[in-house]
């Protein structure tokens, strides 16, 4: 049975938090990407920044849904999320746009388990870590690699 071991992309592109968003879009467009994980000088994984992400800097500021009852307002929209919509849409540096905390899955994890998450949960990549750190990644096309090899045997 394959494992993200025999799959994955070792050599992985990656940007910092402190790098500029223009630096990370360029990034993401000249190597024809969906996402970059995004690590400390240790190359512990800290987020990944992907190109929704730096699409939602363009979006339209979001206005909270508001209804009255019983002479109050009451909000359809947290202020804590709005207030993280904002800081998402003003980013001016990674750290500021990129997802904290991703998803992960180690080297031991089935082709199974990693096609089950992205399809769940609408994954393109997943960065792969062993003991705290970024060994690779692995992604949509890594997988339909693994269908078409079986299509030739």
């Known amino acids: 049975m394959l494992k993200v071991k025999d799959i ?7 940007t910092h938090p402190d790098a500029e968003i223009a630096e990370a879009a360029r990034l993401l467009f000249e190597n024809d990407i969906n996402g970059v994980p995004v690590v400390d000088p240790a190359q512990k994984l800290v987020g990944i920044l992907c190109q929704s992400d730096l699409i939602s ?3 339209r500021f979001p206005v909270p849904s508001l209804f009255t009852f019983l002479d109050g307002l009451i909000s359809f929209t947290s202020m804590t999320q709005l207030k993280k919509e904002v800081e998402k849409m003003a980013a001016t540096t990674v750290a500021q746009a990129m997802t904290p905390s991703p998803v992960f899955v180690g080297p031991e994890a089935s082709i199974e388990e990693v096609a089950t998450l992205m399809v769940e949960k609408k994954f393109h990549t997943l960065p792969v870590v062993d003991q705290s750190r970024l060994v690779g990644i692995v992604g949509k096309k890594d997988i339909l690699k693994c269908l078409m090899a079986d299509s030739i045997k």
């Open 8 to 14: 994955m992309t070792r050599s992985v592109i990656t």
């Open 57 to 59: 800097l363009q979006k």
